[in-house]
């Protein structure tokens, strides 16, 4: 396949982002006591390979070009979020829960799924089925330590595990296809019940770690940007569509009432609620403040400026085009994020500075 590059102008000293990159995992010490373990549930932003080995769909080249230097299952050119926060506990990167050659979830699996959502109940790999795939690895995985099978979760492990809930783009995006603003505003609490019942459920089992991200700035995404019809008037001051972004919002501040709703009813759970939205807005907002360019422009995809996305030639497929690797942009694809911009926003929620209440990343694996 013939792939063309766009030329970029690299600046003469290494940028933040790229500073960033090298040095996270050897800055960010891990503070751990004992022994890491997450189990995270989601979608496309934090999926290591769940897609890939769930429905045999692999995603090609150039997918994982920067870190793994081959596609590795992530809709990313690198690493994801959860890769750097994983990183910055010393332990490894999560297996997909649905891995079947040589898995090792010694520190924890992964269930999040590409495309996945809170609704509808019951359709693979929703949120309830993630949850339910968990419920069984809960059972099931002291059964077979007492029988002596290795790399698997021990009792004492799942009560002390994180367990990170970082779902709902897919929802919101979903629903703006069929759906006026008023009726998407309407379904959001059906989204949040979703997530009330998945974090009731892992608590009902022991869990008592909750790291709840909100969803980002839809309206900032080159896909939506490309795809939907507007007025002058639909668009803030940085050129995202202001109605996705509002739901998004919407969707956050319920998601932060459900959350201090559940700290009250849940005495002997840590509830920690991360603002996604302001750690991306703020990217994507202020990019030449972290040396990125073109904010709203995909990395990989067609059309040139001023968004590089066309929903018939997406990246990977035939036509597409790539910016340069290690450049400055923040979008991948138009939906998904550059591994540049990951690791800055995984440096802003080790930070602290982000989440409700203040909570290293650590805290759970040093109490």
Known sequence: MAV??????LFPFLTFHVILCLTLPSYVHSQCSKNPVIFNFGDSNSDTGGLTDG??????????????????GRLCDGRLIIDFLCESLNTSQLTPYLESLGPNFTNGANFAVSGSSTLPRYSPFNLDVQVLQFLRFRVRSPELIKKGYKDLVSEENFKNALYIIDIGQN???????????AQVIEKIPSFITEIKYAIWGIHQHGGKNFWVHNTGPLGCLPQKLATTAKNASDFDEYGCIKSFNDAAKTFN?????LCEELRSQMKDATIVYLDMFAIKYDLITNSAK??????????????????????????GLNG???????????????????????SVFASKILSTNYSIPPTKFDYFCNT
Request: proline share 8%; net charge negative.
């Open 4 to 9: 063309k590059e766009r030329g970029i102008v």
């Open 55 to 72: 429905l045999g769909f692999s995603f090609g080249p150039p997918n994982g070009r920067t870190y793994f230097h081959q596609p590795s």
């Open 171 to 181: 929802d919101l995006a979903g629903s703006f296809t069929s759906l006026s603003y």
């Open 253 to 257: 501040e319920e998601l932060q009432v």
């Open 290 to 315: 972290y040396g990125f360019e073109s904010p709203l422009m995909a990395c990989c995809g067609y059309g040139g400026p001023p968004y590089n996305y066309n929903p018939n030639i997406s990246c």
């Open 320 to 342: 597409y085009n790539v910016c340069k690797e290690g450049s400055q942009y923040i979008s991948w694809d138009g939906v998904h994020y550059t591994e540049a911009a990951n």
